[in-house]
Nanobody, 121 residues
Framework: QVKLVESGGGLVQAGGSLRLSCAHS????????MGWFRQAPGKERAIVAG????????YYTDSVKGRFTISRDNAKSTVHLQMNNLKPEDTAVYYC??????????????WGQGIQVTVSS
């Protein structure tokens, strides 16, 4: 079993910043690639960013490149998503995920409960 708990969401004005955190417990954190997904109303859940088990490789969807940074701390079993220059289209429920690797995480992963991020214009 793996438990993931997100924190750090909220309401921010366009151009502002938020830092999401995800605390992992259960099976060893270093076993898992970690990712952040988001789901806006009426849209499918989609990956935002991912990081490999040792933190050596990262992935970002095109719309967040240069604005978002994913990082992990294996000693503290946490993963973060630093979101800068937020835009209204970033508004969504954000989910933390733990999986075997980034490409398969969307269909096979442990999930957090989700946290709302709202960006006002």
């Amino acid at each position: 079993q793996v438990k993931l708990v997100e924190s750090g969401g909220g309401l921010v004005q366009a151009g502002g910043s938020l830092r999401l955190s995800c605390a992992h417990s259960g099976r060893p954190f270093s076993n898992y690639a970690m990712g952040w997904f988001r789901q806006a109303p009426g849209k499918e859940r989609a990956i935002v960013a991912g990081v490999t088990q040792n933190g050596g490789d990262t992935y970002y969807t095109d719309s967040v490149k240069g604005r978002f940074t994913i990082s992990r701390d294996n000693a503290k079993s946490t993963v973060h998503l630093q979101m800068n220059n937020l835009k209204p289209e970033d508004t969504a429920v954000y989910y933390c995920a733990a999986g075997d690797d980034i490409p398969t995480m969307r269909t096979r992963a442990w999930w957090g409960q989700g946290i709302q991020v709202t960006v006002s214009s």
